[in-house]
């Protein structure tokens, strides 16, 4: 660590606070994290520590996941304009609207997603369960916001049910094509391909394993291949060799990059913790609908 990272530690040790950072943040800030991760499962471990701050390092709308799971704790985000474009995308008379639609269809809402979308949501879910949420649901026809790639993904598991999706995505999941997939294999012709499910579907056809980030992770660890190309944001491919250090890992296009998960810095974060803001905080009323929610997720057992 270098002495600005040794600060950070220190300070973070002062404030009795736990520093949490998204797969997608650049090295230093990983490094200098308590914890690493997926969003959801980020917030969720942080809900039963005993740190009174949680610092969170990735876009806006998972630092309120935290203020929704996380009530007693105090959230701090340091750079409130590091924000989602595909939550971005949505808003609540979107929701309505599709209720109206289809008034018999719950709702099933990815966790990338802001509080206020999360609150009119029957059910949330993430990328890697998704499949499963919806599967546990007893209905016919589902409402899915607001990623239209991971609802056609998870379409492909069902034949009975029919998925109406809003048509939100991500952008840096979106930008990967077919023929960027066929020069990462032509590239490395010994390489597994894993895909984001936030991919397009004929992206999708193409993958050797399909797995949130935490899957890709879990994934390259247990194969015994040597070799990777990897479907999601490149920030990923960071803390996959730091795991793997025996194997070598390929972004399958440079293009896939979020600038918002690199907007904050070391600096960025030692202020956060000497200032303890910008705070996030959500509405009561809205943090226990939202947290309804999530709750009724955690319900569904894993498979």
Request: one cysteine or more; hydrophobic letters at 40%; aromatic letters at 8%.
């Amino acid at each position: 660590m270098n002495e600005l990272q040794k600060e950070i530690r220190e300070l973070a040790k002062e404030r009795k606070a736990i520093i949490l950072a998204h797969n997608y943040q650049p090295p230093e800030i990983q490094d200098v994290a308590d914890l690493t991760g997926d969003s959801l499962e980020l917030s969720l471990k942080a809900a039963q520590t005993d740190a009174e701050v949680v610092v969170f390092c990735g876009v806006r709308f998972m630092a309120e996941t935290a203020a929704i799971v996380c009530p007693d704790k105090l959230i701090v985000f340091p750079r409130m304009e590091a924000g989602c474009e595909m939550a971005d995308m949505i808003g609540p008379e979107d929701v309505e609207n599709l209720k109206a639609k289809y008034p018999k269809a719950p709702v099933v809402t990815y966790v990338n997603s802001y509080v206020e979308i999360k609150a009119l949501s029957d059910i949330c879910c993430t990328s890697a369960n998704a499949v499963n949420v919806v599967r546990a649901l007893d209905a016919d026809e589902i409402i899915f916001l607001p990623d239209m790639n991971l609802a056609r993904y998870t379409q492909r598991f069902f034949k009975e049910k029919k998925i109406h999706y809003f048509e939100g995505f991500c952008p840096f999941h979106d930008v990967l094509t077919v023929e960027d997939v066929t020069a990462a294999r032509k590239a490395h012709p010994n390489a597994v391909f894993m895909a984001h499910p936030e991919c397009r579907p004929e992206v999708i056809d193409l993958a050797d394993a399909v797995r949130s980030t935490s899957g890709m992770l879990r994934y390259a660890k247990e194969s015994d291949a040597k070799e990777f190309i990897i479907g999601t944001e490149v920030g990923l491919l960071y803390p996959l060799k730091k795991q793997n250090p025996d194997k070598n890992f390929y972004p399958a296009s440079e293009k896939m990059l979020c600038k918002a998960m690199k907007i904050i810095s070391l600096e960025d974060l030692k202020k956060s913790l000497e200032t303890l803001s910008p705070v996030v905080k959500v509405p009561e009323d809205l943090r226990v609908k939202a947290y309804r929610a999530v709750a009724r997720m955690l319900e569904i057992p894993r498979t």
